[in-house]
């Protein structure tokens, strides 16, 4: 599962990587909203951020990017019948100043499928969870290897669409190794729930990827992807989706 | 005093607005908190630390000279100045540093803006021999030079922080991180009544020794409390510290005095109580400068310390409840204010204590003579020294 900073370069771009894993399978993406101080982040993705909100991104400029996207790529049907689940990933400082009910309304109504609120532990979440499920979002929630046991099953019991399973105590950046005792951990938590378990943090290649997706049921790589995004950033747009599309490719190849 | 403590919220502000891999440091926190308040040992060993490494008490000081100059209400200082290392800070660092040897940690890491709360957390991890690294934006290394000197003489580690306008709420987005992968063994020592619950609270608690000296040395000196309290607000600790105590005694007004920097435009100071509205920021629901979109709004002020686009979510619900009441001071003033009081009574304050003695000058001449008004003198000015001196050498040209 791909993280993509919303509007990093531009929206336009996100909008073009977005076919381009759709084309190539991939089945949910995380669309990052730009936050100016987002403390789970690490330098790669927090700069990312930085840059796309000194370009004037907004939750509103990203909705209706969303929108249109869902549009285009689905020109024929008004149903929604989407291939790609789109998750927003967003503070909720950014939720809160909208008005938490017409934030998760506009996600909604743009395309998102999902909404992972990372500053948003199970204790404040209890407001949210019926307003995200009438307006038909699914709240993915987050377990962390710092987490107690019976905790993670009440986590587990509330989270929707899938768990978010954070691999390593820290922020966000491409790590050359995962810890064993997160994969444990995710093995032990699938025993008790039937929602899927997808593993982040730290996943930065094909064989982590690979390595992740023997307990898990997907691998969120985020970093990584940013990283070549920034590389990238130069460059006409078509060789930037090309380029970071290939990378894609090769972290699904262990999945197929 | 305020609603729901358990919970950490006061009235609707306050809260845990932290990633889950925060969560269970917070819990251990709020457990060791708990019990070491419970703990007669910890409460005497806290004391102790106070009076013999802090110097407390402070004194209560009657400035003659500046009554006499404004015509109105006899002013009290107190003398948080005084303290060793110069601050209030080093109050809530002590006890903070207690807790983390309850907790077993050995490291603990800091934010810091105008360097004192770095300096009174490189102190006390010294006097504990805990490791310390102190973030600090690197425009705040270059206004408070002195105090990165001292932490660094103290054996901590000053780490520049890049990011955003690279000042205090910059720091504090920096040792959040460093906390995320480091919680096991690291205490965060946050430096005021901001961020997630028990932060609020307890630091608090730890400031509260300010307003209870304050209210016994009033009543043996005066027989009575005084009519206001001024206090100037970063977060909001040593305007909480000095609060707090007497907060259910109602005849007795309070003041919080934010930086109103350049002007009140947004983005020109750090006004959050007085030009903000309700949001989330490190952790807690609070008063918060943010754009429309829910973005952190740029800050200004002419002092490090209360450079902060946040503030601690009891003020929120002072403000709301109409206890304390809330306003600002210029950039301007508070230099006019260091330069009044360091010559009526030979004390220079702190760039963030003259907010509160520039509001108190303001008042005073309205007052009656008969009248008491308390400033909390946050901090000393030498830490500042370089930099008022360029501006008031600007001033002159
Ligand atoms: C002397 C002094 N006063 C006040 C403050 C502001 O903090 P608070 O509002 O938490 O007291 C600072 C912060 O650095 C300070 O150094």
């Given at each position: 599962m791909?993280f993509?900073?919303?509007g990093?370069?531009?929206?336009?771009?996100?909008?073009?990587l977005l076919?381009?894993?759709?084309?190539?399978g991939?089945r949910?993406?995380?669309?990052?909203i730009p936050?100016?101080d987002?403390?789970?982040d690490?330098p790669?993705i927090?700069?990312?951020y930085?840059?796309a909100l000194?370009s004037?991104?907004t939750s509103?400029?990203?909705f209706?990017?969303v929108r249109s996207?869902?549009?285009?790529?689905n020109p024929?049907s008004?149903i929604?019948?989407p291939?790609?689940?789109?998750v927003?990933m967003?503070?909720?400082?950014?939720?809160f100043?909208?008005?938490?009910e017409?934030?998760l309304?506009e996600?909604?109504?743009?395309?998102?499928?999902?909404?992972?609120?990372?500053d948003?532990?199970?204790?404040e979440?209890?407001?949210l969870e019926?307003l995200?499920s009438?307006?038909?979002?699914?709240n993915?929630?987050l377990i962390a290897?710092?987490?107690?046991?019976?905790?993670?099953l009440?986590i587990?019991?509330?989270?929707?669409?899938f768990i978010y399973y954070?691999?390593i105590?820290?922020i966000?950046?491409e790590?050359v190794?995962?810890?064993e005792q997160?994969i444990?951990?995710?093995?032990?938590?699938?025993?008790h729930?039937?929602?899927?378990v997808?593993?982040?943090?730290g996943?930065s290649?094909?064989?982590?990827?690979?390595?992740?997706c023997e307990?898990?049921d997907?691998?969120?790589?985020?970093?990584a992807i940013?990283h070549r995004?920034?590389?990238a950033?130069?460059?006409p747009?078509?060789?930037l989706?090309?380029?970071?599309?290939?990378?894609i490719?090769?972290?699904?190849?262990p999945?197929? | 005093m305020?609603?729901n403590?358990?919970?950490g919220?006061?009235g609707?502000y306050g809260?845990q607005?932290?990633p889950?891999?925060?969560?269970?440091?917070?819990?251990q926190?709020?457990?060791?908190?708990?019990?070491?308040m419970?703990?007669e040992?910890f409460?005497a060993?806290?004391?102790?630390?106070l009076?013999?490494?802090?110097g407390?008490?402070?004194?209560?000081?009657?400035a003659?000279?500046?009554?006499?100059?404004?015509?109105?209400?006899k002013?009290?200082?107190k003398r948080e100045?005084?303290?060793?290392?110069?601050?209030?800070?080093?109050?809530?660092?002590l006890?903070q540093?207690l807790?983390t040897l309850?907790?077993?940690k050995k490291?603990?890491i800091?934010?810091?803006g105008a360097?004192?709360?770095?300096v009174?957390?490189?102190?006390a991890a010294?006097v504990f021999?805990l490791?310390c690294e102190?973030y600090?934006?690197?425009e705040?290394?270059?206004?408070?030079a002195?105090n990165v000197?001292?932490?660094e003489?103290?054996?901590?580690?000053v780490?520049?922080v890049t990011t955003?306008?690279?000042t205090l709420k910059?720091a504090?987005n920096e040792?959040?991180?460093?906390?995320?992968?480091?919680?096991?063994?690291?205490?965060?020592?946050?430096?005021?009544?901001?961020?997630?619950?028990?932060?609020?609270?307890?630091?608090?608690?730890?400031?509260?020794?300010?307003?209870?000296e304050?209210?016994?040395q009033m009543?043996?000196?005066?027989s009575?409390l005084?009519?206001?309290?001024?206090?100037?607000?970063g977060?909001?600790?040593n305007?909480?510290?000095?609060?707090?105590?007497?907060i259910?005694?109602?005849t007795v007004?309070?003041?919080?005095v934010?930086a109103?920097?350049?002007?009140m435009?947004?983005g020109?100071?750090a006004?959050s109580l007085?030009?903000?509205q309700p949001?989330?920021l490190?952790?807690?629901r609070s008063?918060v400068?943010?754009d429309a979109?829910g973005?952190?709004?740029?800050?200004?002020?002419?002092?490090?310390?209360?450079d902060y686009?946040?503030v601690?979510?009891?003020h929120a619900?002072?403000?709301?409840?109409?206890?304390v009441?809330?306003?600002?001071?210029?950039?301007d003033d508070?230099?006019?204010?260091v330069?009044a009081l360091?010559r009526?009574?030979?004390i220079?304050?702190?760039l963030?204590?003259?907010?509160a003695?520039?509001?108190?000058?303001?008042?005073?001449?309205?007052m009656?003579?008969?009248?008491?008004l308390?400033?909390?003198?946050s901090?000393r000015?030498?830490?500042?020294c370089?930099e008022i001196?360029?501006i008031?050498e600007?001033r002159k040209k």
């Amino acid at each position: 599962m791909p993280f993509l900073t919303a509007g990093y370069p531009d929206l336009e771009t996100t909008a073009a990587l977005l076919k381009d894993f759709e084309a190539r399978g991939v089945r949910i993406v995380e669309l990052g909203i730009p936050f100016s101080d987002p403390i789970a982040d690490g330098p790669t993705i927090q700069t990312s951020y930085t840059d796309a909100l000194s370009s004037g991104v907004t939750s509103e400029k990203i909705f209706d990017m969303v929108r249109s996207y869902r549009k285009s790529s689905n020109p024929q049907s008004a149903i929604r019948n989407p291939q790609l689940a789109l998750v927003a990933m967003v503070s909720y400082s950014i939720v809160f100043k909208h008005g938490v009910e017409s934030y998760l309304a506009e996600a909604a109504g743009a395309g998102f499928d999902g909404i992972i609120i990372p500053d948003l532990p199970l204790e404040e979440a209890a407001d949210l969870e019926p307003l995200a499920s009438s307006a038909g979002l699914a709240n993915v929630m987050l377990i962390a290897p710092t987490t107690p046991p019976e905790r993670r099953l009440e986590i587990a019991r509330h989270s929707r669409g899938f768990i978010y399973y954070i691999s390593i105590a820290g922020i966000t950046g491409e790590r050359v190794r995962l810890p064993e005792q997160s994969i444990r951990t995710v093995a032990e938590l699938r025993t008790h729930t039937d929602t899927p378990v997808c593993i982040g943090f730290g996943v930065s290649n094909a064989e982590t990827v690979a390595h992740v997706c023997e307990v898990a049921d997907g691998a969120i790589v985020g970093s990584a992807i940013i990283h070549r995004i920034t590389d990238a950033k130069d460059a006409p747009r078509d060789e930037l989706v090309g380029k970071v599309g290939e990378f894609i490719g090769e972290l699904l190849s262990p999945l197929k | 005093m305020s609603e729901n403590e358990k919970s950490g919220y006061f009235g609707p502000y306050g809260g845990q607005f932290v990633p889950e891999t925060l969560m269970s440091a917070l819990a251990q926190l709020q457990r060791e908190y708990r019990a070491a308040m419970a703990d007669e040992t910890f409460i005497a060993e806290f004391d102790r630390c106070l009076r013999e490494i802090a110097g407390r008490p402070s004194e209560m000081y009657f400035a003659r000279r500046l009554t006499e100059q404004l015509g109105g209400a006899k002013i009290y200082l107190k003398r948080e100045d005084m303290n060793h290392t110069g601050a209030h800070k080093i109050n809530n660092t002590l006890g903070q540093a207690l807790l983390t040897l309850r907790m077993g940690k050995k490291r603990v890491i800091a934010e810091t803006g105008a360097g004192q709360h770095g300096v009174a957390t490189a102190t006390a991890a010294a006097v504990f021999g805990l490791d310390c690294e102190v973030y600090m934006g690197t425009e705040d290394i270059r206004r408070q030079a002195l105090n990165v000197f001292r932490m660094e003489l103290l054996g901590a580690r000053v780490i520049p922080v890049t990011t955003g306008q690279r000042t205090l709420k910059d720091a504090c987005n920096e040792a959040m991180r460093d906390w995320m992968g480091s919680v096991e063994h690291t205490h965060y020592i946050l430096g005021s009544v901001v961020g997630p619950a028990p932060f609020p609270e307890m630091v608090r608690e730890f400031q509260c020794c300010i307003g209870r000296e304050s209210r016994e040395q009033m009543l043996k000196i005066e027989s009575r409390l005084p009519d206001t309290i001024v206090a100037c607000i970063g977060g909001g600790s040593n305007a909480a510290g000095i609060f707090v105590p007497m907060i259910d005694d109602e005849t007795v007004e309070m003041i919080g005095v934010e930086a109103g920097g350049r002007s009140m435009g947004l983005g020109d100071h750090a006004a959050s109580l007085v030009a903000g509205q309700p949001g989330v920021l490190h952790g807690a629901r609070s008063y918060v400068l943010q754009d429309a979109d829910g973005q952190t709004a740029q800050v200004h002020s002419v002092s490090a310390g209360l450079d902060y686009p946040g503030v601690g979510p009891e003020h929120a619900y002072w403000k709301d409840t109409g206890r304390v009441r809330y306003t600002t001071c210029s950039d301007d003033d508070a230099l006019d204010a260091v330069v009044a009081l360091s010559r009526a009574e030979g004390i220079i304050p702190a760039l963030e204590s003259a907010h509160a003695v520039a509001e108190a000058m303001k008042i005073a001449p309205k007052m009656k003579p008969e009248q008491i008004l308390l400033i909390n003198l946050s901090g000393r000015g030498d830490k500042d020294c370089n930099e008022i001196a360029d501006i008031l050498e600007r001033r002159k040209k």
